[in-house]
């Protein structure tokens, strides 16, 4: 077991950063890594130690992230102001993109469909000797099978439009993890695990610490 000594909690990092001043406080945070890394909890004093070692390195890490919050605060203004008056102008198009590629990629469907319809009926048209019916079906599938000259392109996929959940197999079921994570954490850290079928809890200590 490595035994420490309880180190000073103050920690200043100033409000301007600077690429130096960043650079020694992640200095001395690997140096407290190496020390505080090999540090075993096992009784009160230890416990004292480590409490006063995680002290430091939370306060550092708020400081800096403080301060970097500070040194950006200015920068991210200009950026918002920016991105809300490109977002009002380019909104306009969304809304117009939006109805394009769904009024084109119906037609692309349709298109599609009548290509499909008019092979089959140039299939059935085959097997019952309908030759008329048969050149008209393939002209119109061989029409159909012709991408429209443009720029877009298309792509063909599948989408779910609805799922009837009765006629589901059962490997399409998924536990509701943010459900049960959420009654554990309603359930509090009594002694008594919260019982939920299938479900098995091990017992956790989350630790805060008070700045």
């Not at 130096?20 to 075993?40: N, P, Q």
């Not at 000259?149 to 792509?155: E, K, P, Q, S, V």
Request: glycine share 4%; charged share 30%.
């Amino acid at each position: 077991m490595t035994r420490h000594t309880s180190p000073p909690v103050a920690i200043v990092v100033p409000p301007t950063l600077t690429a130096a001043r960043v650079a020694e406080i992640r200095k001395e945070a690997e140096s407290d890594a190496e020390l505080f890394g090999s540090m075993v909890v096992d009784d009160e004093d230890s416990y004292t130690i480590a409490d006063s070692c995680l002290t430091i390195a939370v306060n550092r890490r708020d400081a800096l992230v403080a301060a970097r919050k500070d040194f950006l605060a200015p920068v991210k203004a200009e950026v918002n102001r920016v991105e809300a008056l490109v977002r009002t102008a380019t909104k306009v198009d969304d809304v117009t993109v939006l109805h394009l590629k769904r009024e084109i990629g119906a037609f692309r469907v349709a298109q599609a469909q009548a290509q499909e319809d008019a092979r089959r009926l140039a299939q059935d048209a085959a097997r019952e000797g309908d030759a008329d019916t048969l050149h008209t079906a393939l002209a119109i599938a061989d029409s159909a099978a012709e991408a429209p000259t443009g720029r877009a392109t298309c792509r063909f996929v599948w989408r779910v439009k609805r799922i009837a959940e009765d006629l589901l197999p059962s490997e399409y079921f998924v536990p509701d993890r943010a459900r049960i994570d959420a009654e554990a954490k309603a359930w509090g850290g009594g002694e008594d695990p919260p019982v939920i079928p299938g479900v098995v809890f091990e017992r956790v200590a989350q630790i805060g610490v008070r700045r």
